[in-house]
């Protein structure tokens, strides 16, 4: 997802595998699917008035959309190239307060954009946050839907 030239890089992961090996890579799927990211994103993104960014510019939703790395894969020169979508959750017994001490400092991007609000910003930022976010923290627990696509192809024989 954050590879500056992606067919670069997997064409490398391919070179190095053994013939008939598998490179497999995980990414997350669509925006509205991973709400543990887009939460706090979304919000941050409408305060900072930030503009929509190059889909193909490194980021964390780079390949959601269907067969988008398949491609790549593939013209890399892999064959049997495959994509499955895989649905679970990101569970943990955190507060809110936890989860957003968590994605505010673990996120070198969220910590650029939140730089650009104004201090007296914050709370109303956090406020926003916790009104769309409380419907995933009950009794004790985080609890958000979260979705990746796993795509998979082996190495040709030279």
């Known amino acids: 997802m954050f590879f500056v030239d992606p067919l670069t890089a997997v064409r490398e992961a391919l070179r190095v595998i053994v013939e008939d090996g598998y490179v497999s890579f995980v990414v997350w799927g669509p925006k509205d699917a991973n709400p543990f990211f887009s939460t ?40 049997n190239v495959t994509e499955r979508t895989l649905n679970f959750q990101i569970e943990a017994a955190i507060s809110f307060e936890r989860y957003w001490q968590m994605r505010t400092e673990m996120s070198e991007t969220l910590r ?3 730089a650009k609000l104004a201090p007296a910003q914050l709370p109303s930022v956090k406020q926003a946050v916790a ?15 979260a979705e990746a696509l796993i795509v998979c192809g ?3 024989a030279i």
Do not use: H, W
Not at 60 to 70: E, H, I, S, T, Y
Not at 131 to 145: E, I, K, Q
């Open 112 to 114: 650029e954009k939140m």
């Open 40 to 79: 706090i994103t979304d919000v941050i993104d409408r305060f900072a008035g930030v503009p929509r960014q190059d889909p193909d510019a490194p980021d964390v939703f780079r390949f959601a959309a269907p067969c988008k790395l398949g491609g790549i894969v593939n013209n890399a020169g892999a064959r």
């Open 131 to 145: 009104d769309l976010a409380r419907r995933y923290f009950v009794r004790g627990t985080m609890r958000f839907p």
């Open 154 to 156: 082996r190495k040709s």
